[in-house]
Each structure stands twice: as structure tokens, then as C-alpha cells.
């Protein structure tokens, strides 16, 4: 009884309102609230939802609008024809509308059809395409869709209207499941039940442990420009003593696991040596080609900092390269390199490129106080 008064307590139209068509507004409200949900917006049930809105939904109700009467099959139709011929003597076509397979069909085919162009519409717009605007735009157009459908329908005699027959599908399959006719249409009850829960295992398995793809981290050095917009050129050619330099250093996550990382900023003195010449302990070898090596002989620490990026995050920082007068006397030359060291969970007492995660460098020259005045 309080089910009943509960029901009367709703609008008539509501009350009224179709079943196919009630479903479509409930899924369109469960997709907006998958969307902006704080916690379920990071679910497989977000995707596996949106999904069947965006692929389906918006189709369905436009086709709704479209052909508020119920159709025939082909089947049906022929059989019609045929006997309207006989009894008439003449001409037995008549219009069926579209049966349920045609509906399906066309809404797939017209929801890939009606997203893209709500798309395209969008762009231009001040909004863009953007998540928010898609999804209210969508949302609005299959509302829209499903009123004019509704009003459509009720336009129409009781006995034409479409209707989804569930009710009948229910009984039919609580009589396939449960009172089969022989043992052998139960076995194939039990293994068509046992290959539908294994199917929608495996989508849920798959929407909601994907599989890990390449693992990588992004390493880059961008500057400002004149409008702001960080950019991968006009790098700094020259460090003189005393007069910072900004550069922005940037890590990008994509090892599927939140990671630590630290980078060392070195600046380094290098010579290119024939590959016979014996080379001091202090020495490094950075890179061999054409009989020749290319030798770090003095290096120095300019900057240091660490920070926690998760998965498929970025983080990029705005550094200060500088050298006092000292640094820069002891390093003045044309042949020098800022060295940039990206590791990951801890740095080894000597920072190198051979023990880096990842290295970048920029080549630079070095000039002390006395030689920028001159």
C-alpha cells in the first residue's frame, strides 16, 4: 500500500511515462552521476556506463521521436500483405514502422552519428569540447529526444504504441531456465547461464584491471616565453657569474606506481680526447664515436631537488642556474655543459650519466665577472 501511495504521489507524465523511455532517463542520470561522483568517477563503472550512453542512449531516443508506433517484422509485414491482397484483390502494401531489431540497429548507427556532430557543434563554441560540455549537451539533446517521444507515443491509440515487450521475455526466460522441457534444454540452460556470467566476467576483469602498457618516464628542460607559454627552445647559451638563469626541469610519470624522483644539476667541463689517451680516475667517459671520446674532466653540483609524482602525472619546476665568481673563473670556457640527472628512489654519492635514470644537458659557456665587464 505505501508502494502504491508513493506511486500516486508522482506526476501523471512521470507515472505514464514508457518503460523503455523511463530507462533511458534513468541511465542518462546514472551516467551523470558516474561522471561527477567523487568516488565513482574513478570506477570501471564509469567507463562500462558511459560507454552504453554515448554508443546507444542518444540514438534510441532519437529513433523514439521518430517512430512512436509499433512495427512489424518483415516476416509479419509479408504475411499482411499477402492477406490484405487476397481479401482486397488489389494492392497489399502498408506502412509497418520498424520493428525492434531495426530500432536497435539504428540507434547504434545514429548515436555514432549524433555524438560527433554535438561535437563538432561545440567547437564552436566558447566551451570547447570538453567533458562537462559534452556530457550536459548529450544529456540535453536525449531528454529532449525522450519528451517529444512521449508525447508522441500518447498521441497515438493504446494498441499502436511501441512497447517493449519485457514482461514477456521475463516469463519466457523464467520458463527456459526454470521448467525446461528436457533434461538436454536445462544442461543448455545451466552452460548458456555459466558462458553469459563468464563473458561479463572477462569485460568487467578487462574495464577494471587493464593492462599495463609501457612504463617510461618523461624527462624535459622548457623555457618561458615572451607570452608565458613554457616552450622546448631559446635555452640559455651563456651563465655568468652571479646572473641566475630560469629554465623549467619536468618529470612525467608513466610507471604505474607513484615514484620518488631527485635531480641533480651539474656543471661540467669536457674535452674530446682520442680514444688512446689514458684517462685520469677523475675522469668520466660520456660518449665514444668516430676514434674520439668525449670526457668529463671537472664537474660541479648547481642544484638539487626531489619530489613524489604519481601515476600519469607530471610535475614541472621552475630552477635557477647560477655560478658564483669562483665557480665561474674555475669553469670559464666555451666547452661546458649543464648537466641535468634524473634517478629514481635515492642518488649515489657520485651523480653521473652512467647511474642516471634518465640525463639531459645543455651546452653553455662560462664567464666570470672580469670577462663580462670587458
Known amino acids: 500500500m505505501n508502494r502504491e501511495r508513493l506511486w500516486l504521489l508522482l506526476p501523471s507524465p512521470v507515472r505514464n511515462l514508457p518503460a523503455d523511455l523511463a530507462a533511458v532517463l534513468a541511465l542518462v542520470v546514472l551516467t551523470n552521476l558516474t561522471v561527477f561522483l567523487p568516488v565513482v568517477n574513478d570506477s570501471p563503472v564509469r567507463v562500462v556506463v558511459g560507454l552504453a550512453f554515448v554508443l546507444f542512449v542518444p540514438g534510441y531516443a532519437f529513433i523514439a521521436a521518430l517512430f512512436p508506433e509499433e512495427g512489424t517484422s518483415p516476416d509479419a ?35 555514432i552519428a549524433i555524438v560527433p556532430l554535438i561535437g563538432l557543434a561545440l567547437n564552436f563554441t566558447p566551451f570547447g569540447i570538453r567533458l562537462v560540455p ?35 521475455w521475463l516469463g519466457a526466460g523464467k520458463s527456459e531456465l526454470f521448467a525446461p522441457d528436457s533434461t538436454a534444454d536445462a544442461a543448455l540452460n545451466v552452460l548458456l547461464v555459466l558462458s553469459i556470467l563468464l563473458a561479463t566476467s572477462s569485460v568487467v576483469y578487462a574495464v577494471a584491471v587493464p593492462q599495463q602498457g609501457e612504463q617510461f618516464t618523461e624527462f624535459y628542460v622548457l623555457t618561458e616565453n615572451e607570452t608565458g607559454d613554457l616552450v622546448a627552445d631559446d635555452y640559455p647559451e651563456e651563465l655568468v657569474a652571479d646572473q641566475p638563469q630560469s629554465v623549467h626541469v ?28 689514458p684517462l685520469a680516475n677523475q675522469t668520466q667517459v660520456d660518449a665514444q664515436a ?26 614541472i619546476r621552475n630552477r635557477t642556474l647560477v655560478v658564483d665568481s669562483e665557480t665561474a673563473t674555475q669553469f670559464s670556457g666555451s666547452d661546458r655543459r649543464v648537466k641535468f640527472l634524473l634517478y629514481r628512489d635515492g642518488v649515489p654519492a657520485q651523480p653521473t650519466a652512467d647511474n642516471a635514470y634518465r640525463d639531459l644537458h645543455l651546452w653553455v659557456e662560462v664567464r666570470a665577472d672580469d670577462q663580462s665587464n670587458a
Open 250 to 277: 619536468g618529470v612525467g610519470n608513466n610507471e604505474y606506481e607513484t615514484v620518488e624522483y631527485t635531480v641533480v644539476v651539474q656543471l661540467q667541463a669536457v674535452e674530446i680526447r682520442e680514444r688512446q689517451t
Open 290 to 315: 668516430n676514434g674520439t671520446r668525449l670526457v668529463v674532466t671537472d664537474r660541479t653540483e648547481l642544484d638539487r631537488f626531489s619530489t613524489t609524482v604519481p601515476h600519469n602525472e607530471s610535475d
Open 77 to 111: 509485414e509479408a504475411a499482411a500483405d499477402e492477406a490484405a491482397s487476397e481479401t482486397n484483390g488489389g494492392d497489399g502494401l502498408q506502412d509497418r514502422g520498424i520493428d525492434g531489431i531495426e530500432r536497435t540497429a539504428l540507434s547504434f548507427g545514429l548515436s
Open 134 to 168: 559534452i556530457l550536459v549537451s548529450i544529456s540535453a539533446f536525449t531528454v529532449i529526444a525522450t519528451g517529444v517521444a512521449a508525447q508522441r507515443r500518447w498521441q497515438l491509440p493504446d494498441d499502436e504504441r511501441f512497447r517493449v515487450p519485457y514482461r514477456s
